[in-house]
């Protein structure tokens, strides 16, 4: 760890003057502690830095000039307020402070789909009416009926992954299980030709990097994420253009024919939701995944409850979206003056949500630090709440489900091999690799 404060550890504090912290840490007027989102903690080890934050400084100004907000219920309340924004034209102007971004650097309105599409954003960036009227559309394709339908290609794809990898020892679960089932269920959806799920999951990878805060992106990231969302929207409206010539089963071919009111989605609102399906539909649930299985190594015991007790699994996998908490952080841009918990944020801000953070509050979770298979009622953040509460849960949750209780089923014991190390993202925590040892029953 690149910090002078031994990690986890509080910074000490001077009898007369500001605290004496490390590269990362840094103090306010106030002498109250601020964090830098460059401290590489926030990507490979954010549990203990999340709980150092909601306890010593849970409502803050970062580093960087955006207000940090750690604890469930100052969470909760930003997220069902109508006076935060969630629209991505709003964000950058208070996310980037002056002096932030260097000359080569100058923030641009404009993301990398927008210098290839004017205007992709997906409905998840967007506030009322855009979002109501998108969200309505789209929710009209990606119906219930479509993801129960998604069960048997999904049972069917994970016997055959694991047949692929159990008997062999050692392996990586991410390459052989976690990485391409979400991203075969995603093709299989949009009527994408199996041949394509490598490049796919490629573009997955990249896209999920746009995310993160520019700034915290190498250029040749930033220059490889870029390149992918040309290549996407290239092949994407190759295969929109085949689908309104042959209309299928497919949610591709439901996107088309949506209507409401006489009002269709447009291409480009096509290719938007297909991105966000693609990185919130895919990355999201591997990092579910990969994360449950570093749970289940670190609590053989959970193995066998849910082994001995499959009716436990609905509440498992909500307990294991708490627990992993694949997506880290959230944003909004705050409309008005907010204040919580006597202290005021001023309207215009952009504030971070640390939904990790939140989701380990022991204000709302007893042992939050645990894993409590039958946790009930649990108040997880994990797939946000009131507006923005996401679409695709119900088949996080299908992919989930069915993925780890196949694996339990066919293994007696799951153990690391080697040490977990994690992608330098802030927003979705994922695993680089994941060398497991399987023992088949």
Request: hydrophobic content about 40%; proline content about 7%.
């Amino acid at each position: 760890m690149a910090s002078d404060a031994p990690q986890g550890a509080a910074p000490r504090r001077n009898a007369d003057g500001p605290a004496t912290t490390g590269k990362y840490l840094r103090t306010t007027l106030s002498n109250m502690i601020t964090y830098d989102v460059a401290d590489p903690r926030w990507s490979s080890e954010p549990g203990p830095l999340f709980d150092q934050i909601r306890e010593e400084n849970p409502i803050h100004k970062s580093a960087q000039g955006f207000w940090v907000l750690s604890r469930h219920q100052d969470c909760l309340n930003i997220l069902r307020s109508r006076q935060s924004s969630s629209d991505a034209t709003k964000l950058r102007p208070a996310y980037a402070p002056e002096g932030l971004y260097s000359e080569e650097q100058e923030m641009d309105d404009k993301s990398a789909m927008d210098e290839v599409v004017e205007d992709a954003r997906p409905f998840l960036f967007r506030d009322p009416p855009d979002h109501t009227r998108l969200r309505g559309l789209v929710a009209k394709a990606f119906t219930p009926k479509m993801v129960n339908e998604l069960l048997p290609f999904v049972e069917e794809r994970t016997n055959e992954l694991l047949d692929a990898c159990l008997g062999s020892g050692t392996v990586d679960l991410q390459q052989a299980l976690c990485y391409p089932l979400p991203v075969a269920v995603i093709c299989k959806m949009l009527g994408v030709p199996e041949e394509d799920e490598t490049r796919f999951s490629k573009w997955s990878e990249l896209l999920a990097r746009g995310l993160d805060p520019d700034f915290l992106l190498p250029s040749e990231v930033l220059e490889a994420r870029n390149l992918a969302v040309t290549e996407f929207t290239g092949y994407f409206f190759e295969l929109l253009a085949e689908r309104k010539k042959n209309l299928g089963d497919d949610l591709l071919s439901a996107l088309v024919v949506a209507e409401e009111h006489g009002d269709k989605l447009t291409e480009v609102e096509m290719l938007s939701t297909s991105i966000l399906l693609l990185v919130a539909g895919h990355e999201t649930t591997v990092n579910l995944m990969t994360g449950s299985v570093v749970a289940f190594a670190a609590h053989p015991e959970a193995q066998e409850q849910l082994r001995n007790n499959p009716s436990l699994w609905p509440s498992a996998v909500d307990e294991l979206m708490r627990y992993v908490s694949p997506v880290q952080l959230t944003g909004r841009t705050l409309l008005e003056d907010v204040t919580l918990d006597d202290q005021t944020i001023p309207g215009g801000s952009f504030a971070m949500l640390l939904l990790g953070g939140a989701n380990r509050d022991p204000r709302v979770f007893e042992n939050p630090t645990g894993l409590t298979l039958d946790r009930s009622p649990n108040h997880q953040l994990g797939f946000g709440f009131g507006l923005h509460h996401c679409l695709g849960a119900p088949l996080a949750r299908l992919e989930a489900r069915v993925t780890m209780a196949k694996l339990l089923e066919r293994t007696s014991s799951i153990e690391l091999t080697a040490p977990v190390t994690y992608r330098p993202n802030i927003v979705l925590r994922g695993v680089t690799e994941l060398n497991v040892a399987l023992t088949t029953r």
